[in-house]
């Protein structure tokens, strides 16, 4: 089945800064890669997903790559600020569920 | 429109007692997840519906774990018999179709303890 492995696992910024989140899947078949903001007690928010078929996909601050051929795909926040600190996790599904990654806990000091 | 609901949010019981947790989706949204949060960790995936379709149990951890889901809307997880190491976050998600690139959507989850 798919596997998610997801990188770094803690991450601390100044505020302004860009922040980087690299996630890798293990199945080509994968064709759906959500991005899920979470805040302490707080339900998993989805922020930006991208399909397969489209390389680089963008929201204002956030972004998000893929590279199908080396099977990965990340999260590029710009201009960070400190309401951007939360747990992000990516996820890849082939049809569904979704196997998540095991997240990556953003701080952002002012 | 209404998100996905969760109830009860927290849940404090003893070892061995059942429990039942459930899950109100989006209304329309004939997907629905269970995933299990421990502290600190990601998403486990437990069990899904879609539509009137045998459910995929293949997630769950083991035959203590069971959930229903009644009249393609509201689901019920249940926990038989439980232990310490149940103790979690129990979320659920609901997605419009069974389709890979619709988004799921997550409820505020149910906080188990068991003492």
């Known amino acids: 089945g798919e596997n998610v492995e997801q990188h770094p696992s803690t991450l601390s910024v100044q505020e302004g800064d860009s922040a980087v989140i690299k996630c890798t899947y293990s199945d080509s078949a994968s064709n759906y890669f959500p991005w899920y903001k979470q805040e302490l007690g707080k339900r998993p928010q989805l922020i930006i997903d991208i399909r397969s078929n489209v390389g680089e996909k963008k929201d204002q601050r956030i972004a998000v790559t893929l590279n199908k051929t080396a099977k990965h795909f990340s999260l590029h926040i710009t201009e960070t600020q400190p309401e951007d600190s939360a747990v992000y996790f990516c996820a890849a599904s082939i049809n569904t569920p979704l196997v998540f990654g095991k997240g990556t806990r953003l701080s952002v000091i002012a | 429109g209404a998100g996905v609901s969760q109830s009860p949010s927290n849940k404090v019981t003893e070892k061995g007692k059942d429990v039942e947790l459930r899950c109100d989706p989006i209304?329309?949204?004939?997907?629905l997840y269970w995933y299990r949060q421990s502290l600190g960790q990601g998403l486990e995936f437990l069990i899904y519906?879609?539509?009137?379709?045998?459910?995929?149990k293949s997630g769950l951890p083991s035959d203590r774990f069971s959930a229903e889901r009644t009249g393609g809307s509201v689901s019920t997880l249940t926990i038989q018999r439980t232990q310490q190491e149940d103790s979690a976050v129990y979320l659920c998600?609901?997605?419009?179709?069974?389709?890979?690139?619709?988004?799921?959507?997550f409820g505020d989850g149910t906080r188990l303890s068991i003492l």
């Open positions: 519906f879609q539509g009137n379709s045998a459910p995929d």
């Open positions: 998600a609901s997605r419009l179709t069974g389709t890979a690139n619709q988004p799921q959507h």
């Open positions: 209304s329309g949204h004939t997907a």
